[in-house]
């Protein structure tokens, strides 16, 4: 099985569900090829599980202090260079072409009138979920920044939907609850926006993922630079993560049975559906300014009573993939939601004993 996966690289959400997947296929010996865009190459990291990878600049969001900047957007997406590099995309002669919310191989693949197969958290706004501002635009932008042809939709909950658990990579590490430890993952904001109401909380340590050249601790602060063993370690052993509104890493935490503080990047509508369906599953709590008097709210809060299990998504999808990916998933859909509630009555039991 050849196989063509794009994925958008602004975020190590994305990058994150394709080395899941780049595991699942490489359990059952198929040959993919990546494409990735969003960022520059040599701004990714813990590549390796791509093999050479292609990279093009594709287009992102501009952001400052934590909130989408959309007049710098539009200056700086160079439409005329998505345009050249969808040519350099080869997108002859694979089984399937697969995307994760990434417009060039998108793109490419349009033109040529392939089958595009989206798996993402984005195809989960084609339909009927928790939404922040839904109006004809977004919906735009949803069906067109990266379009396929058969969205398959990833959330935290099926709202009677068409929708898939998270990919979760399978745990390698003790999972269990440090008292007062936390993990803090705010991509969009710098440390001087981080520090100082931490600061405020001498009892708590809190671990910090930021573009740092290495690792200093000062007093309860430990700062971390950005290291997929480091972060997974300290995502195990917390209590709590602070983090943006994203997808994939309040996945690991509900998953994992992590305390969840959220603060949704300004002006990202995805981000604010993501804090609308946390608060409505109560998976987590929302933070709409980062300041002491949250964080003083939150923090002495209970952890959740137990994790919450999911699924192997990733070996269904590639099991899939192997039959042939028939256009209707309900089977596959209905199969792996079982499997969720059957792994959460489990671990109960498992508990209680």
């Known amino acids: 099985m050849k196989i063509l996966y794009g994925v958008q690289g602004t975020g190590n959400g994305h990058t994150t569900r ?3 997947m780049a595991k699942a296929f490489a359990d059952v010996g198929a040959q993919v090829d990546w494409v990735f865009s969003g960022r520059e190459r040599d701004k990714f990291f813990d590549m390796e599980a791509f093999g050479d990878f292609q990279s093009y600049r594709g287009l992102t969001f501009a952001t400052q202090n934590g909130k989408v900047q959309f007049v710098k957007t539009l200056f700086t997406s160079n439409i005329a260079q998505l345009y050249q590099d969808t040519k350099k995309v ?49 919906d735009w932008f949803m069906h067109n920044f990266a379009p396929v042809t058969q969205p398959i939709g ?17 745990s390698q590490y003790p999972n269990v609850s440090t008292p007062k430890h936390y993990l803090v993952y705010l991509p969009f904001a710098g440390l001087e926006d981080i520090v100082p109401q931490l600061r ?8 910090i993922y930021q573009s740092v050249p290495a690792a200093y601790d000062d007093g309860h602060i430990h700062v971390r630079p950005f290291s ?36 949704p990047v300004a002006g990202q509508v995805e981000q604010k559906s ?50 042939g990916g028939s256009d209707d998933i309900s089977d596959l859909q209905q199969q792996l939601w079982r499997e969720a509630i059957a792994g959460k009555t489990q671990l109960t039991g498992l508990l209680a004993k």
């Open 154 to 170: 990833l959330h935290w909950h099926h709202f009677n939907q068409p929708i898939l658990p998270p990919l979760v990579e399978p």
């Open 274 to 323: 993501n804090a609308i369906a946390l608060e409505q599953l109560g998976y987590g709590s929302t933070a709409t300014h980062f300041d002491t008097e949250t964080l003083s709210r939150w923090l002495p809060l209970k952890p959740p009573a137990q994790p919450r299990h999911y699924p192997d998504v990733a070996k269904a999808l590639v099991n899939w993939l192997m039959n």
């Open 228 to 263: 997929r063993e480091g972060f997974q370690i300290d995502l195990h052993r917390c209590e709590g993560v602070i983090c943006s509104a994203g997808f994939e890493l309040p996945s690991e935490a509900i998953h994992l049975g992590k305390k969840l503080l959220v603060q």
């Open 200 to 207: 405020e909380f001498p009892d708590y340590d809190f671990f």
């Open 90 to 138: 080869d997108v002859e002669g694979y089984d399937f072409i697969i995307n994760d919310f990434e417009p060039v191989s998108a793109w490419a693949a349009k033109r040529a009138g392939k089958k595009i197969i989206g798996i993402s958290h984005q195809n989960a706004f084609f339909y009927d979920i928790p939404k922040f501002g839904n109006n004809i635009f977004v």
């Open 18 to 20: 394709a080395r899941i």
